[in-house]
């Protein structure tokens, strides 16, 4: 294993130079320039996923940087922000020694000062969230739009509160409970809820209506390249400690985009050629009912199977892992989880809530820390494949541990944000433009 080495203080007082990169078309090859917010090569009709080709190809630590922002150099982004954390990553003791696993990295996103981990909500959304944000202009006049199931409003609104940039968040009003923060938000984080009863889609319906207006501009979710950077940063920590790329890597999907960031960076990693040339294998897994993902991938085909909105909404609210329940995912596109999978000799798997609850209070007992629900189904993932003989107990493995900490966290005291305003996702786009912009 390869000692990390020791971080230098940062250097604040030097200008950051935004980092250098072109976007490449997934599905023709095709290398276009980044005219700013480039969700999709505009020359191609074909659906696919863009990647960020970075002028610096081997993977360079900033020593220079503090945070997520010591991996700019693989981050579309022109600036930094204030009070980012970065994953950290270590080789397990409990878990492995309990599972049989002889080389078992964590890469853990949360709270717990104890290990470095400083990100204040306790998830890794943290990391999309500041690269998303790095990415924006300084000084533009519209207003970002964030769709979410709950974590990654809660980090969107803490970065954009902690560096002052105006933003609205649509999230379903039943998830609210998880919209807790340390201190109250400034002025500039508006949040805007669907009735109880709405699920995440629902939330992104509002969203894009909202974007009619010119005024106001999407994140773009996965098509966001500054989202899927931000979140690949967990296998660039989990490589700066092993010192190779991993032989298999776990997590639990809503969209399946941090899976598909890592498979990635995986590939950049290849290039680099001086942490391995393989392919980890890319397992996921989801909390059932709600098993979109897993029963197209089971099914064998890259068109999603039918799941009207009904049963989504009905299967969300069933599931304890809430944020694991987004009904349009990236998963066909050309460049998605579909093709990650595929290309590593991944797998995918379910996980019931009996066994998530089971692995939230082992994994506490074993680990030292608490950890969210979708987490917990991605350890539960990590006992089917080595039960299922998977992955070998010799193996290089990592899992995404993509929360925790929260009880550390909230323990001396948090707010609960309570929605700015409740508005259908079926009223039309002009009552929701205008409902919204009252609020600034």
Known sequence: MRT???????????KFTPTKYQLLNVVNGHILSDSGWTLADPETPSPSLVRALYETRQFTPREDLDGLFRYANWLPVRRTLRKSSAPVTYKSKGLAKYLGLENLYITFSGWNPKIGAKMSTCSFKETEAFSVCARLPQNTSQTLVVQSAGNTARAFAQVCSDNDIP???????????????????KRCVKMVATPSGSDY????????????????FAEGGAKNVARRDGMGTTVLSAVEVIGRIPDAYFQAVG?????????????RLIEDGRYGTHKMKIFVSQNAPFTLMYDSWKAGQRQLVDYTPEQSRRDAEVILAKVLSNRKPPYGIAGGLFDALTDTGGDCFKVVNDDLVKWMLMYRNLEGYDIFPAAATAVASLEQAVRNGQVRKD????????????????????FVKEPDL?????????????AVNSLF
């Open 4 to 14: 990390p080495a020791i971080r230098k203080p940062a250097l604040p007082h030097l």
């Open 167 to 185: 933003i609205v968040i649509c999230v379903p009003a039943d998830n609210f409970r998880d919209l807790w923060f340390r201190k109250r938000l």
């Open 201 to 216: 889609f629902d939330a992104i319906t509002l969203g894009d209506k909202l974007c009619q207006d010119p005024a106001f």
């Open 255 to 267: 969209s399946g985009t941090g899976a598909i960031a890592a498979w990635e960076n995986n590939l």
């Open 395 to 414: 193996e290089v493995i990592m899992v995404n541990v993509t929360g925790g900490g929260s009880l550390a966290a909230q323990s001396k005291g948090y």
């Open 422 to 434: 409740i508005l259908d996702p079926d009223m039309p786009a002009e009552q929701i433009i205008a």
